[in-house]
Every structure is written in structure tokens, then in C-alpha cells.
């Protein structure tokens, strides 16, 4: 179970990564750089908790869910 959620998280973790909420409107993670390349996870899980941490509660588990999943959401969220 652990193991198909991480794969969830990491499968939704390409491209753009856009969150939204009424406090902040709309805010975009990239994951891959200029080159066509993939950021390292760490850089990209960075910058997740950046912008997770401009959230209210509702909007984390939202934006979330949204992104990994209702099974992955609680391992992202860690």
C-alpha cells in the first residue's frame, strides 16, 4: 500500500504543479527544469512545503488530495 502511493505521488509530481486557494489564488511548482530535465525530488518536495505552508487546513488536505490522492494524501502531507 505504502509503495503505491508513493508511485501515485511521484507519477502526479510531472509537469507543472498548480495549487489553488481562496487565500492565496494560484500557485505553480515546477518540476522540471529549462532543459527538459526533471528537478530533484527534494528541490520539488521543497518547494511543495513552501507553498503548503501559505494553506489553511482545508486547502492542504484539497490541494492534497488533488494532487496524490485520497489514499496518498496523508504520506505527502507528512
Do not use: W
Not at 505553480?28 to 513552501?50: A, F, N, P, W, Y
Amino acid at each position: 500500500q505504502a509503495g503505491t502511493a508513493m508511485r501515485t505521488m511521484l507519477t502526479n509530481l510531472t509537469g507543472e504543479v498548480t495549487f489553488v486557494g481562496d487565500s492565496f489564488g494560484e500557485l505553480t511548482v515546477q518540476t522540471v527544469k529549462t532543459d527538459g530535465s526533471m528537478r530533484s525530488l527534494g528541490d520539488i518536495l521543497t518547494d511543495c512545503r513552501e507553498e503548503f505552508s501559505r494553506m489553511s487546513d482545508s486547502e492542504k488536505a484539497a490541494n492534497a488530495e488533488a494532487l496524490v490522492g485520497k489514499n496518498a494524501m496523508s504520506g505527502f502531507l507528512a
